[in-house]
């Protein structure tokens, strides 16, 4: 027992060392190919945003750096058109007769209705004629990207390390950025809803339990009904576009938007009015590169990169609440309506419910304003272009 114990204990002792010898044979191959002999840490800023990276060698002609960019928030100010059938809501017959809400009492207590038995259209009527609308909601526009980055510089020179070739790739979320209402225009949007609302109940002959109402000589069944719904005009569909859609009772249909068709974006029911871009999560990179040392031990570096990042084809700009309107079934004269029209029996109305996850790049075209000029620009940026410097500090 007592020599299995000392034979145990040389074996031991002898594996130890070579284990150790064998540990400084690997450590010293690995300095002397110059393979993860060290580390820089760095700090960077560009057209990427913000960001960190590591990066360590691998051999003589390769490096391998991985981090992180964080683009900051900031806003770009655009807008975007409201419009109705019959023109601005703002310039509209229905606007210049209605006045304020006491007026509105006033002339539908002379027509012979209750107000105390109309309390949804009273609030709806209040919201619509209390607030001074215009023809164009105020929107912000805003980055949020942020992504990993794993990249692979060559350094093909001998004895010139400062210039190297970068390829590899970007990794994060697919929303880039939005497009949001100013919430200064909340209440503006809130009053686009209620006029939609008002518009809806004056088609299906619901408003004030189908009593005609006339005011200034104008009748505002009529008045509203010539108006149509209002909205943010996008144009045209450019293509036949389908959507499964959850209806107000719960039951899912498929809505098709067809070529040529009119598209039309309401507020959402909080009202708000919102669009997000969407580019590929992952974004090859190819690029070149400059370094240089800014200090005698060579511990702080200076590194340029310049390149481009693919963005794997046009992004997307999504927006949701999207009726499509086709006009060449709109009489006015008759009151052949827009988002709403008879069932097939005729005995009812039917409301269109609208598309979500339209894509005003590849769904839409012609869209009006700032707003389509805008699209028209992303539209064609299939790659982010990078020019980024980098401060870095060697660890060992």
């Known amino acids: 027992m007592r020599k ?3 034979v145990l204990s040389a074996l031991s002792l002898s594996a130890a060392l070579s284990a150790q010898e064998g540990g400084k044979s690997f450590t010293s191959v690995l300095a002397q190919k110059n393979i993860l002999n ?19 060698p691998v051999g003589n002609y390769l490096r391998v750096r991985a981090g992180y960019h964080y683009m900051p928030r900031f806003t770009i100010n ?10 601005s809501l703002s310039e509209s017959d229905l606007k210049r007769y209605m006045g304020k809400i006491n007026d509105v009492s006033t002339i539908l207590e002379q027509n012979g209705i209750s107000l105390d ?8 009527i209040g919201k619509f004629s209390d607030v001074d609308l215009k023809d164009k909601v105020s929107m912000g526009m805003r980055p949020s990207m942020h992504q990993f980055k794993l990249l692979v510089d060559i350094l093909p020179f001998k004895n010139n390390k400062h210039w190297s070739l970068t390829t590899g790739i970007f990794v994060g979320p697919a929303q880039v950025g939005d497009a949001c209402n100013r919430d200064s225009e909340t209440q503006l949007l809130q009053a686009i809803n209620a006029y939609n609302d008002l518009y809806v109940m004056c088609c299906t002959e619901e408003m004030f339990g189908n009593m005609d109402v006339t005011y200034h000589g104008r009748n505002l069944r009529e008045t509203f ?6 909205g943010f005009p996008l144009g045209t569909f450019s293509r036949d576009v389908t959507r499964t859609v959850t209806d107000e009772n ?24 919102r669009a997000v871009m969407e580019v590929a999560k992952v974004r090859p990179y190819i690029g070149f590169g400059y370094n240089t040392h800014l200090s005698r031990n060579k511990r702080w570096q200076l590194n340029v990169d310049a390149g481009v990042m693919f963005l794997c084809g046009a992004p997307k700009v999504y927006v949701d609440n999207v009726y499509t309107v086709d006009e060449s079934l ?14 097939e029996s005729g005995t009812d109305y039917i409301v269109d419910t609208p598309l979500s996850h339209v894509d005003l790049i590849r769904d839409v075209k012609g869209i009006p304003g700032k707003v389509g000029d805008l699209v028209d620009v992303v ?13 870095s500090y060697r660890l060992y």
């Open 379 to 391: 539209s064609k940026f299939k790659v982010y272009p990078n020019a980024t410097v980098t401060f």
């Open 117 to 124: 038995n109309y309390p949804r259209e009273m609030e709806l």
């Open 38 to 56: 060290h580390m820089d840490v760095g700090v960077n800023v560009g057209t990427m945003g913000v960001g960190v990276d590591v990066a360590v």
């Open 225 to 230: 009904v010539k108006m149509g719904v209002a």
């Open 330 to 343: 709109i009489d006015p004269d008759n009151y052949v309506y827009d988002i709403i029209r008879p069932n």
């Open 78 to 87: 655009s807008d975007f058109p409201v419009e109705t059938r019959g023109g």
């Open 250 to 273: 719960g039951e899912e249909q498929t809505i098709v938007a067809r070529q040529g068709t009119k598209a039309i974006m309401v507020p959402s029911a909080d009202g708000s009015a």
């Open 4 to 6: 299995l114990a000392v």
